[in-house]
């Protein structure tokens, strides 16, 4: 059974920094690419940012672009987001997803979420 | 980066009833399209993908059709747990971004 298991969100100030962790189990981890997306309260859906298999290729939603940075550690089965810079536009839950395969697409699994909320 | 327009924002339907969503893309996205349903408190559940193809443990009322820009969501026969938001996503390109619809909220009539 596929589980993604997110943690590490809480109260940030803005301008401040958080990592985001997401355990994964049930399935070959680096062979599929992973994605982290997130949902202001009362909102849509955003996709955020997403890595490949291998952690060699990353994307970035332009709105975090250069201010939030994905990887993976394939030896723990762990995803990971270092956000830096933080907004209060940033609050949200922020998911962890598994993709169909080693790049880009839908969604087929998702967690259960973490919330950040960035406020003084 | 590619837009997603889903309408209507709020459908009304009685239970039993169908139900039809629309999702639009500013540009072509072939047939790369998902829906998901949310229900409150939980994450999004993957219903349809590739536009057409439903997910594993989805049931037959749900289905999906369309390509390039014009999408639908059917529900056939809504039942009590249907009632819950539904976005669509496309991911044409990676590299471009992989964006959502503003989704389609279905309640009780």
């Given at each position: 059974?596929?589980?993604?298991?997110?943690?590490?969100?809480?109260?940030?100030?803005?301008?401040?920094?958080?990592?985001?962790?997401?355990?994964?189990?049930?399935?070959?981890?680096?062979?599929?690419?992973?994605?982290?997306?997130?949902?202001a309260p009362g909102k849509g859906l955003e996709w955020v940012s997403g890595v490949t298999g291998s952690g060699s290729s990353t994307y970035y939603a332009d709105s975090v672009k250069g201010r939030f940075t994905i990887s993976?550690?394939?030896?723990?089965?762990?995803?990971?987001?270092?956000?830096?810079?933080?907004?209060?536009?940033?609050?949200?839950?922020?998911?962890?997803?598994?993709?169909?395969?080693?790049y880009g697409d839908y969604f087929q699994y998702w967690g259960q979420g973490t919330l950040v909320t960035v406020s003084s | 980066e590619i837009v997603m327009t889903q309408s209507p924002a709020t459908l009304s339907v009685s239970?039993?009833?169908?139900?039809?969503?629309?999702?639009?893309?500013?540009?072509?996205?072939?047939?790369?399209?998902?829906?998901?349903?949310?229900?409150?408190?939980?994450?999004?559940?993957?219903?349809?993908?590739?536009?057409?193809?439903?997910?594993?443990?989805?049931?037959?009322?749900?289905?999906?059709?369309?390509?390039?820009?014009?999408?639908?969501?059917?529900?056939?026969?809504?039942?009590?747990?249907?009632?819950?938001?539904?976005?669509?996503?496309?991911?044409?390109?990676?590299?471009?971004?992989?964006?959502?619809?503003?989704?389609?909220?279905?309640?009780?009539?």
């Amino acid at each position: 059974e596929v589980q993604l298991v997110e943690s590490g969100g809480g109260l940030v100030q803005p301008g401040g920094s958080l990592r985001l962790s997401c355990a994964a189990s049930g399935f070959t981890f680096d062979n599929y690419a992973m994605s982290w997306v997130r949902q202001a309260p009362g909102k849509g859906l955003e996709w955020v940012s997403g890595v490949t298999g291998s952690g060699s290729s990353t994307y970035y939603a332009d709105s975090v672009k250069g201010r939030f940075t994905i990887s993976r550690d394939n030896s723990k089965d762990t995803l990971y987001l270092l956000m830096n810079s933080l907004r209060a536009e940033d609050t949200a839950v922020y998911y962890c997803a598994k993709d169909r395969a080693n790049y880009g697409d839908y969604f087929q699994y998702w967690g259960q979420g973490t919330l950040v909320t960035v406020s003084s | 980066e590619i837009v997603m327009t889903q309408s209507p924002a709020t459908l009304s339907v009685s239970p039993g009833e169908r139900a039809t969503l629309s999702c639009r893309a500013s540009q072509s996205v072939s047939s790369n399209l998902a829906w998901y349903q949310q229900k409150p408190g939980q994450a999004p559940r993957l219903l349809i993908y590739d536009a057409s193809t439903r997910a594993t443990a989805i049931p037959a009322r749900f289905s999906g059709s369309g390509s390039g820009t014009e999408f639908t969501l059917t529900i056939s026969s809504l039942q009590s747990e249907d009632f819950a938001l539904y976005y669509c996503q496309q991911y044409n390109n990676w590299l471009r971004g992989l964006t959502f619809g503003g989704g389609t909220k279905v309640e009780i009539k």
